[in-house]
């Protein structure tokens, strides 16, 4: 029986997309092995020894006396006092923070200054308050610096050709 020999090249570029994509994997698995997690802890943190201080029929006072002065407060159909508390992870320090738990407790009262109710809602009963990007959303579009350059009709591309002495 005769010798099977099966010759395989492996050209320049086979090198070159072969060395690339160990050094991919290599980074990859380097990057997941050194995951640091961050932790963020906003807002208030209710303590119930303060919270049992301030039952139903106990007067303003006595509520910024126990729990001190509220994160936000409203004046619709009389007022309310909230105490908001948030926490917030990343994985990555370069990464956005994602919203992981959110404590609201809200205190109620009536038009005489008298709590009324109190309640606590959580990340699962409604509305996210975004107390930390501090951001305005706008009506229009965003547009990068080329975009705006390419559109020609204004903004960066006359700030251009005004810096370069145009008309």
Do not use: W
């Not at 961050?38 to 007067?59: C, I, K, R, T």
Request: charged share 20%; proline share 2%; with cysteine.
């Amino acid at each position: 029986m005769g010798d099977v020999c099966v010759d395989i090249r492996i050209f320049k570029s086979d090198r070159k997309l072969l060395s690339t994509t160990a050094l991919a994997v290599a980074v990859i698995v380097g990057l997941s092995a050194c995951q640091t997690s961050e932790v963020f802890h906003n807002g208030y943190v209710v303590d119930q020894a303060a919270l049992d201080l301030v039952p139903v029929g106990s007067s303003r006072e006595q509520v910024l006396l126990s729990l001190g002065t509220p994160s936000t407060t409203a004046t619709f159909d009389g007022e309310v006092f909230y105490y908001i508390s948030q926490k917030r992870t990343r994985t990555v320090a370069f990464m956005k923070q994602r919203l992981v738990d959110q404590q609201i407790l809200a205190i109620y009262f009536d038009k005489d200054g008298v709590v009324t109710q109190r309640a606590n809602y959580t990340l699962q009963d409604g509305k996210v308050f975004d107390t930390i990007s501090r951001t305005t959303p706008t009506g229009g579009r965003d547009l990068t610096f080329l975009q705006q350059l390419l559109a020609g009709g204004g903004g960066a591309a006359n700030s251009v050709r005004n810096i370069l002495g145009g008309q």
